[in-house]
C-alpha cells in the first residue's frame, strides 16, 4: 500500500507540477526590391601626410682661436765690409778641350762571289737534296717490299695450315667411315691370303648411300658381297659438319682388306 501511495502521489507531482505548453513558431517578414539598391561609392582613401625632413645637426661650437704673444725681434747685426781684393788677380782655369767624336768607320762592302761559284754552290745543293729524296725513298720502298713480303709469307703459312687441318680433318672422317663398314662386314670363314675389295661410293648431304659400285674385285665374291652389304648397313655415313668439305666424301672411293 505504501508503495501505490508513493507512485500515486509521482504521478500527481509530474501532472500538475509540470506545465505542458505548446507556442506555433513565429512567422518572417519577407521585402521585396524591384531592383537593387545603388551601392554608395566609399570615400577616397585620404592622401599621406608628407614627412617633415629631419632637422639639421646643430654645428659644433669650434674653441677660439689661441692668440700667440710676439716674441721680440734680435738686434740688428751690422754687416762686415767686403774683404779686400788682392792685388794679383787670380787667373781663370783653362777649359777642358771637348772630346773629338770619331766617325764610325765605314766596312767595304765585300765584292760578290763569281756567278759562276753561285751556280756551282746552287748546283751542289740542288744534288744534295736529290740524293737525300732518292735515299728516302729508297728505304720506305725495301721498307714497303719488306711489309709484304711479310704479309706474304703469313698468308701462305695460313693457307698451308688450314689446307693440313681440312686434310687431317678428311682423313679422319674417312678413317671412321672405314671403321663403320668393317664393323658392319661378316667376313667370309677361311679366305687365303688377304683380298682386297675396292668400291666407289656416291653419297648425298647427310652420309645416305645413294650407289655402290664394285671397281675391283677381291677375287671372291663372297666378300665382295660381304662389303658391299656392310656399306649399305652402315648408312647414314659419318662426315664432317663443314658443308664446304663435302665435295671430298660425294664420290668416296673405299678400300677394304680382308686381314685389316
Known amino acids: 500500500m505504501l508503495a501505490v501511495l508513493v507512485h500515486i502521489a509521482f504521478f500527481?507531482?509530474?501532472?500538475?507540477?509540470?506545465s505542458?505548453?505548446?507556442?506555433?513558431?513565429?512567422?518572417?517578414?519577407?521585402?521585396?526590391?524591384?531592383?537593387?539598391p545603388q551601392p554608395v561609392p566609399s570615400a577616397p582613401p585620404a592622401p599621406p601626410k608628407p614627412i617633415a625632413p629631419p632637422e639639421?645637426?646643430?654645428?659644433?661650437?669650434?674653441?677660439?682661436?689661441?692668440?700667440?704673444?710676439?716674441?721680440?725681434l734680435p738686434p740688428a747685426q751690422e754687416t762686415p765690409p767686403p774683404p779686400p781684393k788682392p792685388d794679383i788677380a787670380i787667373k781663370e782655369k783653362p777649359e777642358k778641350p771637348k772630346p773629338v767624336e770619331k766617325k764610325p768607320v765605314e766596312k767595304k762592302l765585300q765584292p760578290p762571289k763569281d756567278l759562276k761559284e753561285?751556280?756551282?754552290?746552287?748546283?751542289?745543293?740542288?744534288r744534295k737534296e736529290l740524293k737525300e729524296r732518292e735515299q728516302k725513298a729508297r728505304v720506305a720502298a725495301e721498307m714497303e717490299q719488306v711489309r709484304r713480303d711479310q704479309e706474304a709469307k703469313d698468308k701462305l703459312q695460313a693457307q698451308a695450315a688450314a689446307r693440313s687441318r681440312l686434310a687431317n680433318e678428311i682423313d679422319e672422317y674417312k678413317a671412321r667411315i672405314l671403321a663403320r663398314i668393317k664393323r658392319n662386314i661378316v667376313m667370309p670363314p677361311d679366305l687365303p691370303g688377304n683380298p682386297v675389295a675396292e668400291f666407289d661410293v656416291t653419297l648425298l648431304p647427310g652420309g645416305d648411300?645413294?650407289?655402290?659400285?664394285?671397281?675391283r674385285s677381291s677375287g671372291f665374291a663372297a666378300f665382295d658381297t660381304?662389303?658391299?652389304?656392310?656399306?649399305?648397313?652402315?648408312?647414314?655415313?659419318p662426315l664432317p659438319p663443314?658443308?664446304?668439305?663435302?665435295?671430298?666424301?660425294?664420290?668416296?672411293?673405299i678400300k677394304v682388306h680382308y686381314l685389316e
Open 12 to 18: 500527481a507531482f509530474m501532472i500538475f507540477g509540470l
Open 226 to 237: 660381304a662389303v658391299e652389304r656392310a656399306i649399305y648397313l652402315s648408312k647414314p655415313l
Open 118 to 126: 753561285l751556280i756551282e754552290d746552287s748546283e751542289r745543293k740542288e
Open 56 to 72: 639639421p645637426a646643430p654645428k659644433p661650437v669650434e674653441p677660439p682661436p689661441e692668440v700667440k704673444e710676439a716674441k721680440p
Open 242 to 253: 663443314d658443308p664446304a668439305l663435302f665435295p671430298q666424301f660425294r664420290n668416296l672411293s
Open 209 to 215: 648411300v645413294l650407289d655402290v659400285k664394285l671397281r
Open 20 to 36: 505542458w505548453k505548446i507556442s506555433p513558431p513565429e512567422g518572417m517578414m519577407v521585402e521585396l526590391w524591384d531592383s537593387l
